[in-house]
C-alpha cells in the first residue's frame, strides 16, 4: 500500500539520502509487494545483520570490526545453545570505544539489561530523531539489541 507508514518513512529516507535496506518476502504474497517493490528500485536486500554490518564497515572501519563481530555473535550463538544459567544481577557493559556523546548518555541510562525506549528517552532527556541516531549507532556496534515491543537490551562490552 503506498499510504502505509512503512513506505511514508522509506520516501522520507530516501529524500535524506539514507541508505534502505530490506528483508525480500515471499514473492506470492500481497503482504511482500512493499518489500519486494524496494529491492526493485534498488533497495538493499538483507538476509541477516552481517548484510547491514559488512555494508558501512568499509564506511567506518573505526567503528565497526568485522571478525571481532563474527567473533561475538558465533561465542554468543554458542552461549545460548548451552545449558540455562541461573539468574545474575545486571552489571553495566563499560563503553570505551569512541562513541557520540548521545550514544554514551544512551549506555549511561541502560540501568537493567532490558528497557523500554520510552524509559530511555525519558531519562537521558533526546529527542526521539537523536534517541534513534543513538541506538542505531549503538547497535551497529553490537553494544545494544532491539527486542519486541520496543525494548532494548544491553548486550556487549566494548572495548
Known amino acids: ?3 502505509s507508514g512503512s513506505l511514508r518513512t522509506v520516501n522520507h529516507a530516501i529524500e535524506q539520502g539514507r541508505d534502505i535496506f530490506a528483508v525480500p518476502g515471499d514473492i506470492t504474497s500481497s503482504m511482500n509487494m512493499g518489500t519486494n ?9 538483507v538476509f541477516n545483520a552481517m548484510d547491514v554490518l559488512e555494508e558501512y564497515a568499509e564506511r567506518f572501519p573505526d567503528l565497526l570490526d ?5 567473533t561475538t555473535l558465533k561465542t554468543e550463538a554458542q552461549r ?5 544459567k541461573k539468574a545474575q544481577p ?16 544512551v549506555c549511561d ?12 528517552i525519558l531519562s537521558t532527556g533526546l529527542s526521539a530523531v537523536e534517541f534513534m541516531s543513538a541506538m542505531t549507532e549503538l547497535e551497529l556496534l553490537g553494544v545494544i539489541e532491539p527486542l519486541a515491543g520496543k525494548n532494548y537490551k ?6
Open 1 to 3: 500500500n503506498e499510504r
Open 66 to 70: 568485522i571478525d571481532k563481530i563474527e
Open 37 to 45: 517493490k524496494l529491492l526493485r528500485e534498488g533497495a538493499k536486500p
Open 154 to 159: 544491553i548486550i556487549t562490552q566494548i572495548g
Open 90 to 105: 545486571f552489571e553495566k557493559p563499560i563503553v570505551s570505544q569512541k562513541i557520540s556523546d548521545k550514544a554514551r548518555l
Open 80 to 84: 545460548s545453545k548451552s545449558a540455562p
Open 109 to 120: 541510562a541502560f540501568n537493567k539489561e532490558i528497557m523500554q525506549a520510552d524509559e530511555l
